[in-house]
């Protein structure tokens, strides 16, 4: 049996820049649209911080030299890294898409080869092309990674449209893990102060992303997909009474097989929700086995020191070493 103290700290959401992804995409005229898009959603105030905020964490998101040293200076032994959700890119057409997710999933497995011991990589799926996605798994997976990492929506797709059907089907056989992680917002200008984009959006991202995937009865039909979501699943997790009274009392909502909080147990979710209290909430709602040590390494709102969040939670010790490690330990396949 192993002892809870020799377990790997393990960190679920790190992420890298790809220069190389940004040089396939430069020039095309969506790459423009896109970031027209980004700065009316975002606003010209987190614009103008965000910029210098990425410049100076560069040498964190690509010389692995740096981001060991780091890791080691929070007591995290593993990263499970994923590329920055601005390398999505889901305005590409095809063949472009092809190769941003070509590139993004070799760059990953090269970052990650520098230190096999203490990273594990995520790579990028077309998520705009759901015919596409399959190949781009599998791709990912060839390339020695744990999964992919998407966003909570497409351009014309929702999670639960009936296109990605293959796609669920595919992680599910192979165990490919998914990492939900929103980027951008459908609220637009709405949150352009403030950065209510990121502190408002991601959260409402994550809610509504999943509850797609639970009232479509998505995790119905693939009960062993191992799904993660970023930032603790959003509003999702500590307000799926709602979801429950509606399914109750709705037929209209009532088109996946039992109440929703139940499907928080298929489900896993990271630590960083920045509320001991809801840290607490979550791990009462979803299991202590559903969740995962996590830190958005290294930007500026996640956190330099996730074990030190966790510890504040006061959490029973069999509970804390799940959150720390164990539970992604068996997630990865490490033991």
């Not at 997976?141 to 990605?164: M, R």
């Not at 509504?208 to 009960?223: C, N, Q, T, Y």
Request: net charge negative; with cysteine.
């Amino acid at each position: 049996m192993t002892e809870p103290e020799s377990i790997p700290t393990i960190d679920v959401h790190a992420h890298l820049l790809l220069p190389e992804v940004e040089e396939a995409v430069a020039g095309h005229p969506g790459l423009a649209q896109a970031r027209d898009l980004d700065a009316r959603r975002n606003g010209p105030a987190a614009l103008a911080v965000s910029g210098p905020m990425v410049g100076a964490r560069v040498p964190k998101l690509t010389d692995v030299a740096v981001r060991l040293a780091a890791m080691d200076a929070q007591g995290v032994d593993v990263q499970l890294v994923s590329p920055s959700p601005s390398h999505y890119h889901y305005w590409a057409e095809p063949r472009l898409a092809e190769k941003v997710c070509r590139l993004a999933n070799e760059g990953t497995a090269a970052h990650c080869a520098k230190a096999p011991d203490r990273l594990h990589g995520l790579g990028l799926v077309p998520l705009q092309h759901p015919d596409l996605a399959v190949e781009s798994l599998d791709h990912a997976l060839e390339q020695g990674l744990k999964g992919v990492e998407i966003s909570s929506h497409a351009p014309g797709h929702e999670l639960s449209d009936p296109a990605y059907g293959p796609f669920w089907s595919r992680a599910e056989e192979t165990g490919a893990l998914v990492f939900l992680h929103p980027f951008g917002c459908t609220l637009d200008e709405r949150l352009d102060q403030w950065y209510l984009s990121n502190t408002v959006g991601q959260p409402t991202e994550n809610a509504v992303a999943f509850s797609h995937l639970i009232f479509s009865g998505v995790l119905d039909r693939h009960p062993g997909l191992k799904l993660i979501a970023a930032h603790g699943g959003g509003y999702l997790p500590t307000h799926i009474g709602r979801s429950d009274h509606a399914w109750r009392a709705r037929t209209d909502a009532q088109s996946c097989a039992r109440e929703p909080s139940s499907y928080l147990r298929q489900l896993y979710f990271d630590s960083l929700v920045h509320d001991s209290h809801v840290l607490r909430e979550l791990l009462r709602a979803a299991g202590p086995g559903q969740v995962l040590l996590g830190s958005d390494f290294p930007f500026d709102m996640g956190t330099d020191d996730p074990l030190g969040a966790l510890r504040a939670a006061g959490l029973p010790d069999a509970e804390f070493h799940s959150v720390r490690g164990a539970n992604a330990a068996a997630l990865l396949d490490l033991f």
